[in-house]
């Protein structure tokens, strides 16, 4: 009798399944449909995840002037407080004006019985705003109507003024008698200032308080759209196919693969064939310390070469490129440090394919007479085709998505103003790749979907990418 062997219950089977497939839609499947609904919402760092006591304070404010404006006792008195603020403003400014003309005519300010009266009558006027701010900050209090918390229904700086007028003509009716001529008058010129500022404003509301709230609701209503996130449809691939920085950024890409693929395949091929010749003594050694690049992490690689070929360092200097100002010699730092990066995994690749390189078809090729430069391009390398092939592909790939490159190094300026014709001009990093420029657009311009446009674009040009290299490798394979 035969005993199947159960290496866990089918339970547990089916559990770690379905826990496979949670994890798969959560890390995976999840924030692929999230990046793709971003793109087409006015995401920005404000909005996408706006603080929700910022939002209650808005919603609360609105609601607390809604019911200001629409309970009839509580508009009369907000109506009674600006009018009586506004109609202090007015006496105190008038006997400002009185006492500092008194001044101007006397001969001694400190003995004139002129000045004396009115400074008596300035002191008893400005009484009635030592207790108006607390009266206004009572009554635009929405935490006594019930909303909690508001933002201020009334600006504080407003408030604050009323205090200090009061402040700075009590001490000019007090102290007038030790002050100097020139500076009681610079004191009554600048309280005169403060005062007429106060009063335009609470004037504006006394005239039409009704039109005060709309404005304070409308600017509340724009800051909460604000920190809304909305779906704005293709706007966002609107403004990046009309942005020059965008087409500008495809193209640099599109030169980079052109030019660093070539010299990293060059640079790995000729360093296979170096180290794989039997005439080069200790090569496992020396393609074990060739191979470092692969080693040395990749933002250390960056800082050292950032280091090296500044203006100021020892290549930058022996080969006159200055990176951080001129365009294309930042460029060709971006390619060396590229091929550095890259020529161990093409070396590898070529050195891999060469051991499989029969020795008799070389010495056959040897015998016919082939001389060696035949004997590479007639037998090594159609032999070495497919893995060079596939080397390319990749290398292409990895070109195409460059970040660390140009980010590392100068993060890819220098910045120049971009014209693209029918698009106009804009200032932007004229070494910004594809992946960078996304990226740009959230750590710089902080706009999320903007970015998440920009990134939906990349992956199609990387889909078509893709399509081509599953075609070359389908007809490398003969077909099948």
């Not at 035969?2 to 290496?7: D, G, H, N, P, T």
């Not at 700086?157 to 009323?162: G, H, I, K, P, S």
């Not at 706007?235 to 010299?263: G, I, M, Q």
């Not at 080969?319 to 091929?339: R, S």
Request: a positive charge.
């Amino acid at each position: 009798m035969s005993v199947k062997k159960i290496l866990y219950p089918s339970r547990v089977g089916i559990a770690l399944a379905l826990a496979g497939i949670v994890l798969y839609v959560f890390f995976s499947i999840w924030p692929l449909f999230f990046s793709i609904g971003i793109a087409f919402t006015n995401a920005a760092e404000e909005n996408l995840l706006p603080n929700p006591e910022v939002l209650k304070e808005i919603d609360n404010t609105l609601a607390c002037i809604n019911v200001i404006m629409t309970q009839e006792n509580l508009t009369e008195r907000a109506e009674d407080v600006v009018e009586k603020v506004a109609n202090t403003l007015r006496a105190v400014e008038k006997e400002l004006i009185a006492f500092k003309q008194a001044v101007e005519e006397s001969k001694d300010h400190t003995t004139d019985l002129y000045v004396m009266l009115n400074a008596s009558a300035i002191y008893v006027t400005v009484q009635g705003l030592r207790l108006i701010p607390e009266r206004v900050q009572k009554t635009f209090n929405c935490t006594e109507i019930g909303f909690q918390p508001t933002r201020p229904l009334i600006s504080s700086e407003a408030v604050r003024n009323l205090s200090v007028i009061y402040d700075s003509v009590s001490r000019l009716s007090s102290q007038y008698l030790v002050m100097g001529r020139d500076d009681l008058l610079n004191s009554i010129n600048l309280t005169i200032y403060l005062i007429r500022s106060a009063e335009e404003y609470f004037t504006g509301m006394s005239s039409d308080l009704q039109g005060y709230f709309e404005i304070v609701s409308q600017s509340l209503i724009s800051d909460r759209e604000r920190l809304t996130m909305k779906y704005v449809g293709l706007e966002n691939f609107k403004k990046l196919f009309a942005d020059p920085r965008f087409f500008y950024s495809l193209y640099k890409s599109a030169v980079f693969v052109a030019t660093s693929v070539p010299l990293k395949l060059l640079v790995g091929v000729a360093l296979a064939f170096v180290y794989s010749s039997p005439l080069v003594w200790g090569r496992r050694v020396l393609r074990g310390l060739i191979l470092a690049p692969w080693a040395i992490p990749i933002l250390l690689s960056g800082l050292t070469w950032r280091f090296l070929f500044n203006p100021n360092g020892q290549l930058g200097k022996m080969f006159g490129l200055d990176m951080y100002n001129y365009e294309w010699e930042a460029f060709i730092v971006y390619n060396l440090f590229e091929t550095w990066l890259a020529y161990p995994f093409v070396m590898t690749v070529t050195m891999g394919a060469l051991a499989g390189v029969s020795k008799d078809l070389l010495e056959a090729s040897y015998i016919d007479g082939a001389s060696a430069f035949t004997r590479l391009r007639r037998v090594v390398l159609p032999l070495i085709s497919k893995p060079l092939m596939f080397a390319a592909i990749l290398t292409t790939g990895a070109s195409l998505q460059a970040f660390m490159v140009p980010l590392l190094l100068n993060g890819g300026g220098p910045t120049k103003p971009i014209s693209i014709p029918g698009l106009g001009t804009r200032s932007g990093n004229v070494n910004e790749f594809l992946i960078l420029f996304g990226y740009n657009r959230v750590s710089i311009d902080k706009g999320y979907g903007y970015a998440a446009a920009t990134y939906l674009v990349i992956v199609l040009l990387l889909l078509v990418y893709v399509t081509i290299w599953f075609v070359s490798s389908k007809k490398l394979r003969g077909g099948r």
